[in-house]
């Protein structure tokens, strides 16, 4: 299903299904989930640029990925030879959705090894908030 909303283009059977499918491409979740893949690759490249300078890999943990396309769209555009680390996890654990606004987001964060360098992020639909965290101390 995901896959459909990625390629929008109504797919139903005969012109009732085609409608219903056009419809469901337009709302906005559909959306989101576009500009959720758009966002991400382009954050991913913006964080890849910054750390270009820096020794070692790019290190991504991905959760609740999917099929990570915003990954593989990243990788197909990213330009410079530095390698790229992904743990991509889906399906792994029983997730529990908890709607939390950005600033809570913020403080839920605020007491670990991210302390205070966390960014959100949201694509345009506001649907979905993403969470950009570096590691304030290097821990051994």
């Given at each position: 299903m995901m896959e459909m909303i990625y390629a929008n283009r109504p797919q139903g059977d005969g012109r009732i299904g085609g409608l219903v499918d056009q419809w469901c491409l337009n709302t906005s979740a559909a959306r989101a989930v576009r500009g959720r893949r758009s966002l991400l690759?382009?954050?991913?490249?913006?964080?890849?640029?910054?750390?270009?300078?820096?020794p070692g890999p790019?290190?991504?943990?991905?959760?609740?990925?999917?099929?990570?396309?915003e990954l593989f769209d990243f990788l197909g555009e990213k330009?410079?030879?530095?390698?790229?680390?992904?743990?991509?996890?889906?399906?792994?654990?029983?997730?529990?959705?908890?709607?939390?606004?950005?600033e809570k987001l913020r403080i839920l964060l605020a007491d670990t090894p991210f302390g205070a360098e966390v960014e959100v992020y949201t694509e345009t639909e506001g649907v979905n908030l993403f969470l950009i965290a570096r590691k304030t101390t290097v821990t051994l």
């Open positions: 690759k382009k954050l991913l490249l913006q964080e890849a640029a910054l750390l270009a300078s820096r790019m290190r991504i943990l991905n959760l609740a990925c999917g099929s990570c396309r330009t410079d030879p530095a390698p790229v680390e992904a743990i991509c996890l889906d399906h792994l654990l029983q997730w529990k959705l908890i709607h939390r606004d950005p």
